[in-house]
């Protein structure tokens, strides 16, 4: 995606929100915890927003929460999921946008494919829990941490 192409991206988001707010009361993501044979995670970098975070994206109409973090791991990730994602845990993400919420799935078992996405992705990678990038959004390394220690999970993202 060209730098441009980025900016633009930037500018129009908040103006794609508040239409989805007038269409939609609610909104529902799903990400997923990967975790491959070595017990590290995928993270991903978007190129419209900073930092570092879990795969995953917004659940589209006539989909499945599970079929749509299937789909968005193979689209930034080039995770093929083997088998059926586990559900972890479900958060209210309304401090970054009204009546949004996002499920949180675990993936271990998957084949590595290409990525589908173009110009959405400008890094996939793999970290130690224990050590993870700086920039690692604060919801990310707060489902990662509950989900090493077994605590129960904080309701909101």
Do not use: C
């Not at 929100?17 to 993501?29: C, I, S």
């Not at 799903?30 to 975790?35: D, M, T, W």
């Not at 996405?117 to 050590?131: N, Q, Y």
């Amino acid at each position: 995606m060209s730098a441009l192409k980025r900016r633009l991206y930037r500018l129009l988001l908040p103006a794609y929100r508040v239409a989805m707010r007038q269409v939609r009361g609610l909104t529902l993501g799903a990400r997923a915890i990967v975790l491959d044979g070595e017990g590290r995670v995928l993270l991903i970098e978007h190129s419209y927003t900073p930092g570092w975070h879990l795969p995953g994206g917004g659940v589209e109409s006539g989909e499945t929460t599970e079929e749509a973090v299937i789909r968005e791991l193979e689209e930034e990730g080039g995770i093929r999921v083997e088998g059926r994602p586990v559900l972890l845990s479900i958060h209210s993400n309304g401090a970054s946008f009204k009546g949004d919420h996002v499920l949180l799935f675990r993936v271990e078992t998957f084949t590595a494919v290409p990525a589908t996405s173009r110009g959405e992705i400008l890094r996939a990678e793999w970290f130690h829990p224990h050590d993870l990038p700086e920039g690692t959004v604060g919801g990310v390394r707060r489902r990662i941490a509950e989900m090493l220690d077994g605590g129960p999970p904080d309701l909101f993202w």
